[in-house]
């Protein structure tokens, strides 16, 4: 699998790259290794330039940025969509059959994984920190991704599809959403916005 043609490819044409994907045996490790870790690294890279180098203007407290805190924000932005890939697979996997779909891990992590790579190229505008929104606004595309793929991956009839999808999106907001907010708990603490960290 060439990584730059998937993302291309799953970006321009996701339709017909699913189809493509489907028939494709990729297992879990490969896929993470070879596409959602290298792929995770453009939001780290890029969070760690702007909240070091750039920083962030907070009212009433100023321009905030430190060799620190871009860390710590490459960090969550590198484990979050790793974590989050895993419990939203997990579960879409686990619902595949109230929905008539096949259970098949390796294929929900395949159906999760390529529906994140929008976001994902898009958290290159995490390099100017006010910006990062967009990574956010891309990964609404990416949920038009995942509907697409419901049913060449998860084998969803048709008529199912849009109910499994709503759950989906449902399961995956709820997620990244738990995910986030322990992330940055852990790694960003209380102390996020005192200036020394």
């Known amino acids: 699998m060439n990584i730059v043609e998937r993302v291309k490819n799953i970006l321009l044409n996701p339709k017909q790259e699913w189809e493509v994907i489907e028939k494709e045996t990729t297992d879990i490790p490969q896929l993470i290794t070879g596409y959602l870790l290298l792929l995770a690294l453009i939001p780290a890279v890029a969070s760690f330039i702007g909240y070091w180098l750039i920083g962030v203007k907070v009212p009433f407290y100023g321009h905030m940025g430190s060799f620190s805190w871009g860390i710590k924000y490459a960090i969550m932005a590198f484990v979050s969509p790793l974590v989050s890939a895993f419990i939203a697979a997990f579960v879409i996997n686990a619902l ?91 790694i960003i603490g209380r102390g996020a916005m005192t200036a020394g960290f």
């Open 96 to 186: 595949a059959e109230s929905f008539g779909s096949q259970k098949d891990m390796r294929r929900a992590m395949q159906l999760v994984v390529y529906s994140f790579t929008a976001s994902l190229v898009a958290g290159i505008f995490n390099i100017i920190p006010t910006l990062g929104i967009i990574a956010t606004l891309a990964g609404i595309y990416g949920l038009y991704i995942l509907y697409v793929g419901l049913q060449p991956m998860m084998k969803t009839p048709q008529e199912k599809v849009t109910s499994y999808f709503v759950v989906s999106l449902l399961v995956m907001i709820v997620v990244s959403i738990v995910v986030g907010a322990i992330l940055s708990a852990i």
